[in-house]
């Protein structure tokens, strides 16, 4: 039977997709929020009353069966049918026969796709934000290995003043506590529930919205049906999320290129995060930590292309919206696999101890605690005091012999202040660290 002949046709229109128009292969990634929506949706049609029991049973078990279908790799997707949701409603269709057509009663695609997408946001945001305590809990690991182990601090990438190891792994815990955290905002800001919006002015039958928002874990119900069918601002605060992720990921990854070379020597790249080079048999390329570094600019053109298309939109639904899914999902893709991949790399870095502590002794790298000697012991100004220290390390004058002999333990030891590198300080820091995730495990925001 042709299809323009079936009830069916009616769900699609007269015209089959072009292949233009066609979102299936990226949409069906959400065919589980998909059907979750259908489900909440047709109970609260039996609910109210507005679709009889023995349907919604029928359209219950349809949806129940086509998840099956799918999770087996047994449904046949029909790009002609052009989404997720014309796939799944056609297919209900072939299963229960006319009752499907009861299904998108109260209902159109344009709340539909943007409780789906709501809900996938949820769900990739949390998992997100789980990969970045994870990293923080790979940072905190070694940081904590790593408190007393000396290494040059640099500003310019020029070695400033000595710090600890643990202390800058500790800098990369703090960003992404602040990942998770914008994660966990992008998270909130989809936990709405747009159905009920209809085509976008509203449905006129008697919903429960809030039973609808209860049964998929929403807090809330969309206040305005204009908006809710045309607001992708959770779409951007995801995407924001996992630019910044990418950011700080790409800072860590350039520290790791640039401490794994054979210059520094700080640390070396364990087998699985690192490659040899098909010419050179002395090489060990940092391929990981490059590819993320690498990869950040994907998340960054996608947070881009979604701001570009949301920005010339009337209201309310406008087809455009179609566009926001590739660079969602592309984004999530990008950030969740470099996440995965930093906590392998940091987790299995070796440090080489030896090699830091060696690149921190001399006297140019604790010119500042000089000065701060002379501040401190002779009550010079400390603009003075740097001046006769400048001297010193230019050459230009000789180190008079009063100078004590500062050594780097004591110029860490030194920044004994909240946030400081003194290892007590840092072994503090790790403490409250250990605590933060903890509660976050505690709190399910983990
Ligand atoms: N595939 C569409 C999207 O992702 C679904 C909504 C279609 N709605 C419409 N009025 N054509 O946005």
């Known amino acids: 039977m042709p299809m323009s002949d079936s009830p069916s046709s009616s769900i699609r229109g007269s015209e089959l997709a072009s292949d233009f128009t066609v979102s299936l292969d990226i949409d069906k990634r959400m065919y589980r929020e998909d059907i979750a929506g259908s489900i909440a949706h047709a109970e609260m049609l039996g609910k109210q009353g507005i679709v009889s029991s023995e349907d919604v049973e ?13 999770e087996a790799g047994e449904f046949e997707w029909k790009p002609e049918l052009e989404d997720i949701h014309i796939n799944v409603e056609a297919r209900l269709y072939e299963l229960i026969g006319d009752t499907a057509g009861r299904l998108h009663t109260a209902r159109s695609r344009n709340d539909q796709v943007a409780t789906d997408a709501r809900l996938y946001v949820k769900r990739v945001a949390g998992e997100c934000r789980a990969l970045c305590r994870e990293l923080q809990r790979a940072l905190l690991d070694r940081a904590e290995e790593n408190v007393t182990t000396i290494v040059p601090g640099y500003t310019h990438l020029q070695r400033a003043q000595p710090v600890s190891f643990g202390h800058v792994l500790m800098a990369y815990y703090e960003m992404f506590g602040r990942d998770a955290e914008a994660f966990g905002s992008a998270r909130a800001t989809a936990d709405m529930l747009p159905l009920g919006s209809g085509a976008l002015a509203g449905a006129t039958y008697p919903l429960d919205q809030e039973f609808v928002a209860e049964r998929l874990g929403f807090s809330t119900v969309s206040a305005n049906s204009m908006d809710a069918v045309s607001d992708r601002d959770f779409v951007l605060d995801f995407i924001f999320a996992a630019a910044k992720t990418m950011t700080h990921l790409s800072r860590l990854c350039e520290d790791i290129v640039v401490w794994s070379s054979e210059e520094f020597g700080f640390v070396r790249l364990s087998d699985a995060y690192s490659s040899g080079s098909s010419m050179m048999p002395q090489k ?7 590819l993320i570094r690498g990869k950040s600019g994907r998340v960054f053109g996608s947070l881009m292309s979604v701001m570009t298309t949301l920005k010339g939109l009337p209201l309310t639904y406008n087809r455009d919206l179609q566009e926001d899914k590739p660079p969602l999902m592309d984004a999530y893709d990008t950030v969740a696999a470099s996440l995965a991949a930093a906590v392998g790399m940091v987790r299995e870095i070796s440090v080489n101890r030896d090699r830091m502590e060696a690149a921190s002794q001399g006297d140019e790298i604790l010119a ?5 000697y002379l501040v401190r012991e002779r009550g010079m100004p400390f603009r003075e005091a740097y001046v006769r220290v400048a001297a010193i390390v230019h050459g230009e004058s000789a180190s008079d012999s009063d100078y004590p002999t500062i050594t780097a333990l004591d110029s860490i030891n030194a920044r004994d202040i909240p946030g400081g590198t003194a290892p007590w300080r840092v072994r503090e820091a790790i403490m409250r660290a250990y605590g933060e995730l903890g509660s976050a495990r505690l709190s399910g925001e983990w």
């Open 284 to 290: 060990r390329n940092p391929d990981y930590a490059e």
């Open 58 to 70: 029928a359209i219950i078990e349809g949806l129940r069966r086509i998840r099956e279908e799918i």
């Open 368 to 372: 500042t605690d000089y000065a701060d």
